[in-house]
DNA sequence: AATAAATAAGACAAAATAGTCTGAAATCCG
DNA sequence: CGGATTTCAGACTATTTTGTCTTATTTATT
């Protein structure tokens, strides 16, 4: 029993929740912020959200830097980098394509029983992280003061 | 890397599936199907599947008649058996409130930075899953003809 | 050059999920 | 009664996910 509807892997909510930690954090110019901080402020631990955020770094979302003051940032504008390219790399390109009773070779042409339900989920899900940048959900966090954290 | 959008556990989707099954079935009477003649048709393991199959007896879905030409059946009418309560017994009783960041504390006062994406979601697929029927389903499914394996 | 701060890499362990197997209990039939 | 068929119960194994730890590498500072 998983008693909660889980829709994204721990390490997708940490990689989200980092990045909305970057993005909403106002700062000067271009620094790198490092994992150490993030892991401490959104409680989460170090080494696996460093895991994590490689997988971000190798998946041309972010840039790092070793040595003091380093750490890591946006490799683009948080304007470009919509939600669903962050979940494609943490939990699989085919993420957003497959579903709820989980069978093979599904189309519209070859549905099962929960087909028609599902498609208007899956599609508005896709669709929304499809269409959300970093950059909305910094602003957002920061017009209404929104948590990161428990 | 999950891989895939999985909302349900196995048990879930394979217990779904068996229950589907049973209501598509056209039959005589109120007689037992065998869970060996489920584990078969859907291809699920047999001893996996009656481990499912009996927390859904003990949930108050099934009933079940040891012996020869026994098996399980429904223990209501289609028509009083929502999704949403197989689902429940199967993957927990909170499993349609909590979710995609997965803090806790959560309510529209306490929001998450997707909150206000995921509520509209939640909503639906909750909304979807109470509201459909073991008896639409196997209705949908043979009018339609459709599947329940891969 | 030495030290410290930071990420990179990967081995390792723990926990949750998924699946397998064996034996017991109930039931029918001959 | 005795054997066949079926669910019930629970131990056991395997796989995946999650988390921890240790070591190496890069960089800045003194
Ligand atoms: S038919 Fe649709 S809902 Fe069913 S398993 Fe395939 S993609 Fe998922
Ligand atoms: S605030 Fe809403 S979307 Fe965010 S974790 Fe809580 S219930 Fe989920």
Redesign the pocket.
């Known amino acids: 029993?998983?008693s909660t509807m889980k829709v994204l892997?721990?390490?997708s909510n940490?990689g989200l929740r980092a990045l909305l930690y970057i993005v909403s954090r106002e700062r000067g110019g271009d620094a790198y912020i490092?994992?150490?901080e993030i892991s401490e402020e959104l409680d989460i631990?170090f080494?696996?959200l460093?895991?994590t955020?490689?997988l971000l770094?190798?998946g041309g979302i972010l840039v790092?830097?070793?040595?003091?003051?380093?750490?890591?940032a946006l490799k683009r504008p948080a304007e470009e980098i919509m939600l669903i390219e962050v979940v494609k790399i943490l939990e699989g390109k085919d993420f957003f394509d497959t579903c709820m009773l989980g069978l093979e070779g599904c189309d519209d042409c070859n549905p099962c029983p929960v087909h028609h339900l599902w498609r208007e989920i899956k599609g508005k899900v896709k669709h929304d992280f499809a269409t959300t940048s970093l950059a909305m959900m910094g602003q957002r966090i920061n017009e209404q003061n929104l948590r990161l954290i428990p």
Chains 1, 2 share one sequence.
Do not use: C, D, E, V
Not at 64 to 72: K, V
């Open positions: 029993m998983t892997s721990n390490a940490y490092s994992l150490g631990s080494h696996f460093t895991k955020m490689q770094t190798q790092s830097y070793r040595g003091p003051n380093g750490g890591i």
